[in-house]
């Protein structure tokens, strides 16, 4: 297979596989670099190149993202096979060894927040739309009717967010600002964590929001609910 990328405005290739692998593994090809081959039906960032299927991961030294039963484990950490070497020999220094990620702060999680909101609120009015003529109906029916619009609003909402994050790494909000979420090991949530994290969120709500200002503070931007379910929010 034959790669192109882009530097500095300009498309560079083709290279070849071994070529292409080994600029990743000096960091000539960064997570957020541009590539393309003739599989691909577009450009995208090397951190959102992935097999069609099955489990991903981040590398824990170049931060790209490749097929998890592809990588070696060393401890909590996945490293790709390129990166192997260098990451075995800083362990053997006792160098202190960072993850190479970009952890989404605060301000831009807002901001996902505000864009899932519009996307919601529509839903929202739609569906009340729907639950129109019950204003004219009897009190028991409008009660009925009003009940079953506020579940099924709900029920969205969840279903939203849970089945997203579980499914690509983030809701609309997130994917459109380039944020996914991740587990401590850099892999996809489960379906059974992303309905653990939505809940989770209610403490951090409880907490008159204190829980989401704590992105804002936390080393690795984890908000109360990330600290109970070790996620993490990232920008890829």
């Not at 790209?64 to 390129?82: H, L």
């Not at 927040?113 to 109906?137: C, K, N, P």
């Amino acid at each position: 297979m034959t790669w192109y990328y882009a530097a500095q405005g300009q498309q560079i290739g083709p290279v070849d596989e071994t070529a292409f692998q080994e600029l990743v593994a000096s960091g000539t090809i960064q997570p957020t670099t541009l590539v393309w081959n003739s599989e691909m039906p577009s450009w995208k960032p090397l951190s959102e190149v992935g097999p069609a299927s099955g489990p991903t991961s981040f590398c824990s030294e170049c931060g790209a993202k490749f097929p998890t039963d592809e990588m070696i484990q060393f401890g909590t950490s996945r490293v790709c096979a390129n990166c192997k070497d260098r990451f075995a020999q800083k362990l053997r220094e006792g160098v202190s060894l960072g993850v190479a990620r970009h952890y989404a702060g605060f301000w831009i999680r807002v901001l996902a927040r505000l864009i899932d909101g519009v996307i919601l609120g529509i839903f929202y009015s739609a569906v009340g739309l729907l639950f129109f003529g019950s204003l004219f109906a009897p009190r028991a029916v409008f009660g009925a009717a009003f009940g079953a619009m506020y579940l099924l609003q709900l029920a969205a909402g969840a279903a939203y967010e849970i089945f997203l994050t579980a499914q690509y790494g983030g809701t609309l909000g997130k994917l459109a600002l380039g944020l996914r979420v991740i587990t401590a090991n850099g892999d996809r949530l489960s379906l059974g964590l992303s309905t653990g994290r939505y809940f989770a969120q209610i403490l951090s709500a409880f907490t008159l929001t204190i829980g989401y200002i704590m992105a804002g503070i936390d080393d690795q931007k984890r908000a109360l609910h990330d600290r109970i379910c070790n996620t993490r929010v990232v920008r890829t």
